[in-house]
């Protein structure tokens, strides 16, 4: 029902009470009829629903009092507006009927013109919450749409630059989806531990998920003669080979940078952060003695070390050119002997607690 004739639901067992409010309402209103207190409850929760309800106290049965509870606790019925209308004008009868949840207390004999102004006026407030509550879902429909539409842009910006990094370097098979599968395992165990619990909440955990395919995303800029070379690189090779990292973190970079000038603001382009974190540092090493910038211990961001130990555990079970691909407990004693040199201690713990997850993992995305 439109606003230009709001419905008044007129509450009370005498008879002579319930014309004088109908002669008087109905003018301006669509008038509705209750004569007891369940009749009331059962007429607020149906069609067409009350905008306003003005209810007598003392009636037989169910007292309005009673009504007014009723009405409150129900989710269909609790934000219609009641003003009680009764010759209980004791202020502790107010007190009562405020407390339940109504707006208004009018005392008989009533004053017409005040019963119309103080309806005229609860209905516009009522009309203008209504606005607000319908704009706010409108609003959070919008929010949520745009919320879905930056998912999907970040997923498919993540996936056609890791999809470039695979086809420069194709041998590596399911080397993507099999190490970011191993991070996952791995964030999601070592954050049961108290101590990791607030860095890997579910939230961190799905984008180091999706932050992990980029981690050799810098292999675009590396000359096809030195990815690709069969044999052993040379000590000159090895250098440019090592220089992925800069050139996949400084890609990451510059895309947050256009992300910012087209208007996104930083908050919604954090899922790069990791990505960021792990293209620079996952060949950063416990000790220290790893590249480029030589961090140790807990200076390597957490992702660039979960990835440390996935990247290296799928590189030592990999066939290459260069060698045969390890069985699972050869890598998995190598990466027992990087304990605190190579690998962060209590992530090879980890490691070490979902080994078979690996192993699952590994034969789920096999080449």
């Known amino acids: 029902m439109s606003h230009a004739e709001p419905s008044v639901l007129i509450v009370d067992d005498e008879r002579v009470n319930v014309d004088l409010m109908v002669d008087l309402l109905k003018p301006h209103y669509r008038t509705l009829v209750a004569t007891s207190g369940e009749q009331a409850v059962k007429r607020a929760s149906g069609e067409p629903r009350p905008d306003i309800v003005l209810l007598d106290v003392m009636m037989p049965g169910m007292d309005g009092y009673e009504v007014c509870r009723r009405l409150k606790a129900d989710s269909t019925t609790q934000n219609i507006p009641v003003i009680f209308v009764t010759a209980m004008s004791e202020m502790g009868d107010e007190m009562k009927g405020f407390a339940l949840g109504a707006v208004d207390y009018i005392t008989k004999p009533i ?32 929010v949520l749409e745009r919320t879905r539409e930056l998912a999907a ?11 470039i990094a695979e086809t420069r ?81 400084e890609a990451i970079v510059a895309t947050e940078k256009v992300l910012a000038t087209a208007g996104v603001s930083g908050a919604a382009t954090s899922f790069l952060r990791y990505a960021r974190e792990i293209a ?68 090879v713990d980890a490691f070490c607690e979902i080994e078979m997850e690996f192993v699952q993992i590994a034969r789920a995305h096999s080449q």
């Open 111 to 142: 004053s017409p013109p005040l019963v119309e102004a103080r309806v005229k006026a609860h209905l516009e407030n009522k009309h203008a919450r209504d606005f607000i509550e319908d704009r706010n879902r409108v609003l959070q429909v919008m």
């Open 280 to 347: 620079r540092s996952h060949h950063e090493k416990w000790d220290g003695s790893g590249y480029p910038d030589g961090l140790g211990a807990d200076e390597i961001p957490l992702s660039a070390r979960l990835m440390a130990l996935a990247d290296v555990y799928d590189a030592l079970i990999s066939p290459r050119v260069y060698k045969p691909g390890y069985s699972h407990a050869e890598a998995v004693s190598q990466i027992l002997a990087g304990r605190g040199a190579h690998f962060d201690p209590e992530i």
């Open 169 to 249: 370097d194709p041998e590596t098979g399911h080397h993507i989806q099999r190490t970011q599968a191993y991070v996952r395992a791995l964030a999601v165990r070592l954050g049961a531990h108290v101590k990791y619990r607030d860095q890997l909440d579910d939230r961190v955990i799905d984008l180091l998920f999706k932050s992990a395919p980029l981690h050799d995303i810098g292999k675009v800029g590396v000359p096809d003669a030195i990815l690709r070379k069969p044999a052993k690189l040379t000590p000159e090779e090895w250098v440019e080979m090592k220089r992925h990292v800069i050139y996949g973190y």
């Open 153 to 163: 842009t970040q997923d498919a910006t993540i996936l056609s630059m890791a999809t």
